[in-house]
């Protein structure tokens, strides 16, 4: 194991045919030797693992996989030990961190995903980015959208229209309405 202030960072892979390595790391680890952390609540689908893993056969590692020196379990990147595992990689970049109590350890494992959850994105942010991304006719995978994820994100919304039911204002009350279904906005003011 390398002095734990040194990172190594890596531009070219082990073996020519696996991904680069784009982050600092203490070492690279052979996948057999990392053990997954039993009390991980975060789960991984089949579906998620696929994407990660193109991401990584294409970008190369941007992150690590971070085990805990007191441990020795993953505490964060099981995503991506499971995608290395798919790519039938042999090593990987892992960043080894001490922890001064379990308690620490399992924060951190359960804060590393939930953190992220909290984030909000801009809708309409987002659209412009994956538009321009899907304009240069780039594989929209790579930035974690599937096909099915893409198809309501990248349309148009509808116009508003009022509802079938939708029954006149009555104008001589002050109104200011918006339906919370399909936010056609309406208003009616006294004479």
């Avoid at 020196?69 to 798919?86: N, Q, T």
């Avoid at 009555?170 to 309406?186: G, H, I, M």
Wanted: a negative charge; one cysteine or more.
């Amino acid at each position: 194991m390398n002095d734990r202030k040194t990172k190594k960072r890596a531009g070219v892979p082990p073996d020519a045919s696996k991904p680069q390595v784009n982050c600092a790391f203490d070492e690279l680890v052979p996948l057999e030797k990392l053990v997954p952390n039993p009390r991980n609540p975060n789960q991984h689908p089949q579906a998620q693992v696929a994407l990660l893993a193109k991401v990584i056969a294409h970008q190369g590692w941007r992150s690590p996989i971070v085990v805990s020196r007191r441990s020795g379990f993953i505490v964060s990147g099981h995503g991506r030990y499971e995608a290395a595992k798919v790519l039938g990689l042999t090593q990987v970049p892992v960043d080894f961190q001490d922890f001064a109590t379990d308690a620490d350890e399992w924060a951190h494992l359960v804060a590393d995903n939930r953190l992220a959850e909290l984030a909000e994105a801009d809708a309409g942010a987002l659209k412009e980015l994956l538009g321009e991304l899907k304009a240069a006719d780039f594989d929209l995978d790579l930035a974690g959208f599937d096909a099915d994820a893409l198809a309501g994100l990248l349309a148009d919304p509808p116009e508003p229209t009022p509802p079938e039911d939708f029954k006149a204002v009555d104008e001589n009350l002050p109104t200011d309405f918006v339906c919370p279904r399909c936010k056609y906005a309406w208003s009616g003011k006294p004479s």
